[in-house]
T-cell receptor, first 113, second 113 residues
Framework: NAGVTQTPKFRVLKTGQSMTLLCAQD?????MYWYRQDPGMGLRLIHY???????AKGEVPDGYNVSRLKKQNFLLGLESAAPSQTSVYFC????????????FGPGTRLTVL | GNSVTQMEGPVTLSEEAFLTINCTYT??????LFWYVQYPGEGLQLLLK?????DKGSNKGFEATYRKETTSFHLEKGSVQVSDSAVYFC????????????FGTGTKLQVIP
C-alpha cells in the first residue's frame, strides 16, 4: 500500500495564478483533511471531508476550495494564489472506525511569489 | 475549544541523554492525547497515544502518561539516539463522532553524537 500520496511535491506560483493539489489514499478511509504548516504555528486545518461528496471548513478556509468526488481523492484548489499562501501543505486521512490516528502524506511545498 | 501548549525548541541533546518534552492541554471532557513525530522532509506519523486518564502510551522507547490532574502529557525517553532527531507534536482530540485534532506548535529535537 502506498498510504497517502500527494502531488506535486514542490510548486512555485506567481500571485494570481491557480493550481490544484491532489491527495490520494488507498486505505479506504472515510475522513480526509488538508492542513497547512507554517513556522511557529504548528498545523492548521484548512478543510476536511467526512465522506465522499462532503466537505467542510476548518480553521483557515479562506482562499481555498476542496472537492471529494471520489472516496480516495481529496483535492485542494487555490483559485488566485497570494504570497500568504506560501506554506507546506499536508493531506491526511483517518478511518471511520477509529479516527484517533491520522495518516499523513509527505507534503507539498508551495511558494507564491 | 481545545488547545495544546508544548515547550518551545529547539532542544539539543547528546546521544544517550534523557529527553523530556512538556505538553499541557486545555479541553472539556476527556480528550484523547497524542504525540506525532515528523522526520525531516516527511509528513507526521503517530508516535503514541492515550485515550483516558492515567493511560500510558509507549512506542520506540518513548512514553507519555495522561495526567488529568495536571492536564499534561509529557513525552519522555530514557536514552535518545541520533535517529530520534525530528519535530515532535503534541495533539488532542475531543471524543465522540467527528472531532478535529488540535496540534501544538511542535518541538524540534536535535541529537548530536
Amino acid at each position: 500500500n502506498a498510504g497517502v500520496t500527494q502531488t506535486p511535491k514542490f510548486r512555485v506560483l506567481k500571485t494570481g495564478q491557480s493550481m490544484t493539489l491532489l491527495c490520494a489514499q488507498d486505505m479506504n478511509h472515510e475522513y480526509m483533511y488538508w492542513y497547512r504548516q507554517d513556522p511557529g504555528m504548528g498545523l492548521r486545518l484548512i478543510h476536511y471531508s467526512v465522506g465522499e461528496g462532503t466537505t467542510a471548513k476548518g480553521e483557515v478556509p479562506d482562499g481555498y476550495n476542496v472537492s471529494r468526488l471520489k472516496k480516495q481523492n481529496f483535492l485542494l484548489g487555490l483559485e488566485s494564489a497570494a504570497p500568504s499562501q506560501t506554506s507546506v501543505y499536508f493531506c491526511a486521512s483517518s478511518p471511520l472506525t477509529d479516527h484517533n490516528e491520522q495518516f499523513f502524506g509527505p507534503g507539498t511545498r508551495l511558494t507564491v511569489l | 475549544g481545545n488547545s495544546v501548549t508544548q515547550m518551545e525548541g529547539p532542544v539539543t541533546l547528546s546521544e544517550e541523554a534523557f529527553l523530556t518534552i512538556n505538553c499541557t492541554y486545555t479541553a472539556t471532557g476527556y480528550p484523547s492525547l497524542f504525540w506525532y513525530v515528523q522526520y525531516p522532509g516527511e509528513g507526521l506519523q503517530l508516535l503514541l497515544k492515550a485515550t483516558k486518564a492515567d493511560d500510558k502510551g509507549s512506542n520506540k522507547g518513548f512514553e507519555a502518561t495522561y495526567r488529568k490532574e495536571t492536564t499534561s502529557f509529557h513525552l519522555e525517553k530514557g536514552s535518545v539516539q541520533v535517529s530520534d532527531s525530528a519535530v515532535y507534536f503534541c495533539a488532542t482530540r475531543r471524543p465522540g463522532g467527528y472531532q478535529k485534532v488540535t496540534f501544538g506548535t511542535g518541538t524540534k529535537l536535535q541529537v548530536i553524537p
